[in-house]
C-alpha cells in the first residue's frame, strides 16, 4: 500500500519560471493538504483540496499561487515566476475523510535560483 | 487562528534517559494534538496523537499528555535510542469549515548521545 507520493523529489528553477509540484495521495484518500515548510521553521499550512475543489486557500499567497485536485490525476502546487523566497520544502498530505489523521508525503525542494 | 507555541527547540540527551518536550496552544476549541517526527530529508511522520476527550495516552516508549485546562500538552519519550533522534513537532487542530485546519509548532531538535 504505497503513501504520499511527490514528485519531483528536487526542483530548481530560475527566478522568473513557473514550478509544478505534483501529489498523488494514498489510495483511498480523497483529502490533500499543501504546507510550506522554511529552513529550521515548521510546517505552514497553504491550502485543502478535495476532488476538484478548493476548501481553503487561506494558507496560501493571493499571487502568483494556485492548486488543484482534478477528478483524475495527482493534486498539482502551482507557483509562478518564482523568486528567491520561495525557496522551501513543500509538503502534501492526505486523508481519508476530514475529520482523520493527515499523512505526508516525503516533500518536494525548491530551490531558486 | 490558532498559536502553537513548543519547547525547547534543542534538546541534548543521553541514549536511556527520557526526553520531554511540551507545547502550548491558543484556542480552547482544539479537540486534536498530533505528534510528527521529522528525520533530515524526510516528510513529518504521526507517531502518537491524543484527543480532547483523553488526559494521557501511551504507545510503547512514547507517551502524551494533555491539559486542556492549561492548554498545554507534552511529549514524553522513554528509554531514549539514537533512532529517536529527529525532529519532532506537535500540532493542534480542530474542525473547522468541517475538517481539521491542523497548525504546528516550531520544531524541537532531538539528539539522543550514544
Known amino acids: 500500500n504505497a503513501g504520499v507520493m511527490q514528485n519531483p523529489r528536487h526542483l530548481v528553477r530560475r527566478r522568473g519560471q513557473e514550478a509544478r509540484l505534483r501529489c498523488s495521495p494514498m489510495k483511498g484518500h480523497s483529502h490533500v493538504y499543501w504546507y510550506r515548510q522554511l529552513p529550521e521553521e515548521g510546517l505552514k499550512f497553504m491550502v485543502y483540496l478535495q476532488k476538484e475543489n478548493i476548501i481553503d486557500e487561506s494558507g496560501m499567497p493571493k499571487e502568483r499561487f494556485s492548486a488543484e485536485f482534478p477528478k483524475e490525476g495527482p493534486s498539482i502546487l502551482r507557483i509562478q515566476q518564482v523568486v528567491r523566497g520561495d525557496s522551501a520544502a513543500y509538503f502534501c498530505?492526505?486523508?481519508?475523510?476530514?475529520?482523520?489523521?493527515?499523512?505526508f508525503g516525503p516533500g518536494t525542494r525548491l530551490t531558486v535560483t | 487562528g490558532e498559536n502553537v507555541e513548543q519547547h525547547p527547540s534543542t534538546l541534548s540527551v543521553q541514549e536511556g534517559d527520557s526526553a520531554v518536550i511540551k507545547c502550548t496552544y491558543s484556542?480552547?476549541?482544539?479537540?486534536?494534538f498530533p505528534w510528527y517526527k521529522q528525520e533530515l530529508g524526510k516528510g513529518p511522520q504521526l507517531i502518537i496523537d491524543?484527543?480532547?476527550?483523553?488526559g494521557e495516552k501511551k504507545d510503547q516508549r512514547i507517551a502524551v499528555t494533555l491539559n486542556k485546562t492549561a492548554k498545554h500538552f507534552s511529549l514524553h519519550i522513554t528509554e531514549t535510542q539514537p533512532e529517536d533522534s529527529a525532529v519532532y513537532f506537535c500540532a493542534a487542530s480542530r474542525g473547522s469549515g468541517g475538517y481539521q485546519k491542523v497548525t504546528f509548532g516550531t520544531g524541537t531538535k532531538l539528539q539522543v548521545i550514544p
Open positions: 498530505a492526505s486523508s481519508p475523510s476530514s475529520n482523520y489523521e493527515q499523512y
Open positions: 491524543i484527543r480532547s476527550n483523553v
Open positions: 484556542d480552547s476549541a482544539s479537540n486534536y
